[in-house]
């Protein structure tokens, strides 16, 4: 049978949000060419009402989230390196980023039940008490990475948020709409909680100046070079009224360090009679 005057099914990328795969509720969507061919493909362009909404769904499952062992979520996101690392033939040309982005997750893993350990201390006291600083998640987050650091900004920025137990929401620019969904379908087979980890599509610098003004937001994760300093400023101008953190971190070259991990936490302190 001739093929050749079949008709081309044009994919649109949908965003990923609360477990499920979803267009905008505005329907825009970006025409952009696509990285691994030259043919041109469909990208839900996310909105304020779609943030909105995501930031409504993020809180829901981070309670939960963070409610599991440190384990568990090490075996999930160890889950989602498997995931990645099968849907390799997906990324063609992307071999070495996608086994980056592979390992990232895995790093991450292992840290899941062991960062509490290192960042929580007994702390010494001159009296008849017992006094404990421990970590807590920080809340929901979202994360902005480096666009030019392809999958494995997205991967590092998305485990260096979850592994704490952050929900989180992760802005990527339309035109690398392919590699978000490819990260998304790996998301959506990897035992993942819905609403833990959220991927959207968008305009990302229009956006971000929404979501500088949704006071419900516990923390930005920026990564140096995906938005310029006037909107890392105005970040931190929009977050100091509502007491909001901004971690501004560098390249995903390496992966986050505890220190780093430890900024996207909160640390409580409990006093305990001896």
């Known amino acids: 049978m001739s093929t050749s005057n079949r008709l081309v099914v044009e994919k649109t990328i949908k965003l990923y949000v609360g477990g499920r795969f979803i267009r905008s509720e505005s329907g825009r969507v970006d025409r952009v060419r696509s990285s691994f061919s030259t043919n041109e493909i469909y990208v839900s ?7 909105r909404d995501a930031m409504e769904i993020a809180r829901k499952a981070q309670a939960g989230w963070a409610g599991r062992t440190g384990y568990n979520r090490g075996q999930i996101l160890y889950r989602l390196a498997e995931m990645i690392e099968s849907r390799a033939s ?19 893993a292992g840290w899941s039940d062991k960062i509490s350990a290192l960042l929580s201390t007994l702390n010494p ?11 807590r998640p920080v809340g929901v987050v979202v994360a902005v990475p480096n666009p030019a650091e392809g999958l494995v900004g997205m991967v590092e920025a998305a485990c260096a948020a979850a592994v704490m ?3 989180v929401i992760v ?14 379908e790996a998301l959506a087979t990897c035992d993942m909680p819905a609403g833990v980890v959220n991927v959207m599509t968008t305009d990302v610098p229009a956006l971000l100046e929404w979501v500088n003004r949704h006071d419900d937001l516990d923390a930005l994760y920026l990564v140096e070079g995906a938005v310029d300093d006037d909107a890392i400023t105005e970040a931190q101008r ?6 909001r953190r901004v971690v501004v971190v ?14 996207l936490a909160e640390v409580k302190t409990v006093w305990m009679s001896s």
């Not at 362009?45 to 943030?51: E, Y």
């Not at 992307?94 to 086994?99: F, L, M, S």
């Not at 929009?238 to 007491?243: D, I, L």
């Open 165 to 167: 137990g952050n929900a």
């Open 171 to 184: 802005l990527v620019p339309s035109d690398q709409g392919e590699l978000a969904a490819g990260l998304a």
């Open 250 to 263: 560098g390249s995903a070259d390496q992966a986050a360090p505890p220190l780093t991990l430890q900024r």
């Open 238 to 243: 929009q977050a100091a009224r509502v007491m």
């Open 90 to 108: 997906a990324f063609p040309g992307e071999t070495d980023r996608t086994q980056i982005a592979v390992d990232r997750a895995v790093h991450h």
């Open 45 to 51: 362009r996310a909105s304020r009402k779609d943030f």
């Open 125 to 135: 006291v001159a009296a008849a008490y017992v006094n404990y600083s421990m970590i």
